[in-house]
């Protein structure tokens, strides 16, 4: 079993930044594949970033690539999104989640098999 804590959401204003954290539990993090959702008022939950078990490997959603960087610490059981140049459509409730050990880089929502409990991030135009 695997828990995840996400942090770091808050207000920020457009153009600003912030970075997402999610600590994970268990002894065998650095072997699964990471990603990061999220889901608007109203809206289905989508696919963001994802990263590999190795951080070799990272792939993202068209409509966050160049602003943001999913990466990984496998030491600290953490993986992060540094998130720049911040939409207000960026708004949403972020979760990070995790699928057992794989070397592949995972999109796909129903793939994973953890999840976190989700940070609130809005961006004030």
């Known amino acids: 079993q695997v828990q995840l804590v996400e942090s770091g959401g808050g207000l920020v204003q457009a153009g600003g930044s912030l970075r997402l954290s999610c600590a994970a539990s268990?002894?065998?993090?650095?072997?699964?594949?990471m990603g990061w959702f999220r889901q608007a008022p109203g809206k289905e939950r989508e696919f963001v970033a994802a990263?590999?078990?190795?951080?070799?490997?990272?792939y993202y959603a068209d409509s966050v690539k160049g602003r943001f960087t999913i990466s990984r610490d496998n030491a600290k059981n953490t993986v992060y999104l540094q998130m720049n140049s911040l939409k207000p459509e960026d708004t949403a409730v972020y979760y990070c989640?995790?699928?057992?050990?794989?070397?592949?880089?995972?999109?796909?929502?129903?793939?994973?098999?953890?999840w976190g409990q989700g940070t609130q991030v809005t961006v004030s135009s």
């Open positions: 989640a995790a699928k057992n050990p794989t070397t592949e880089v995972v999109t796909t929502e129903y793939e994973y098999d953890y």
């Open positions: 268990g002894r065998t993090f650095s072997s699964y594949a």
């Open positions: 990263i590999s078990w190795s951080g070799g490997s990272t």
